[in-house]
């Protein structure tokens, strides 16, 4: 049976992520604040924020098989970024976690770094009146004390922009010893974007 197509865009938005930090390390153009890094190992757990790990829910939809070849597959790509997190921040501990609804549906993939971070910014922007739209297509916004960047689907004729028609794509929280970083897939709800803001606090309570 083939991988859920889900699980692997969660995955390659997670090794674009990693790619792009080390390319940036090698380059000498990724400045991370060196505040001393703290190397205290990080444990997530199986549950987490109303979430379990990933694999436990792939388990009971696959074959013994196909889960082997996936906690294979996972833990590779886990210690990968877990690495390249670490590097990126002076080796500060960093552990990664991936979780996932019991359908499915929503997926997220936990970075946790002991270290501060600068905050989570959209990327390129550009006028909204420039592109025919009424609002930004991406954004950042604070729900809490974390910050998540949402990407709005156009609707309408015109390209207006419905506000509730949205998927949150990634959250961040932040401190001055720790850093969490969620990806997501399928958070296109007010529901599951709560659900990833639970998760990533949980996440930062753990490493604080």
Do not use: W
């Not at 940036?24 to 199986?46: C, M, Y």
């Not at 210690?79 to 996932?100: F, P």
């Not at 025919?132 to 950042?140: A, F």
């Not at 729900?143 to 689907?153: K, M, P, S, V, Y």
């Amino acid at each position: 049976m083939p991988r859920k197509p889900l699980l692997l865009g969660m995955l390659g938005g997670v090794l674009l992520a990693v790619a792009a930090i080390a390319v940036l390390l090698t380059s000498g153009k990724l400045v991370v604040p060196a505040l001393g890094a703290d190397n205290a190992p990080i444990t997530l757990p199986a549950e987490l924020g109303g979430l379990r790990q990933h694999i436990d829910v792939y388990r009971e939809r696959h074959t013994p098989a196909e889960t082997a070849e996936e906690e294979r597959i996972t833990a590779r790509t886990d210690a990968l970024t877990a690495s390249t997190y670490s590097k990126a921040y002076d080796g500060a501990a960093a552990a990664v976690h991936q979780y996932a609804s019991d359908d499915l549906t929503l997926q997220v993939t936990i970075i946790a770094v002991r270290a501060s971070s600068s905050r989570l910014l959209p990327g390129v922007l550009q006028d909204p009146a420039d592109m025919g739209l009424l609002d930004l297509p991406t954004e950042v916004i604070e729900i809490g004390q974390a910050r998540c960047l949402i990407r709005r689907f156009l609707h309408g004729p015109g390209g207006d922009l419905n506000p509730f028609n949205q998927a949150t794509d990634e959250c961040q929280r932040t401190g001055p010893h720790a850093t969490v970083f969620a990806y997501v897939e399928g958070a296109e709800s007010s529901t599951a974007q709560r659900q990833v803001v639970d998760l990533t606090n949980a996440a930062f309570a753990l490493i604080t």
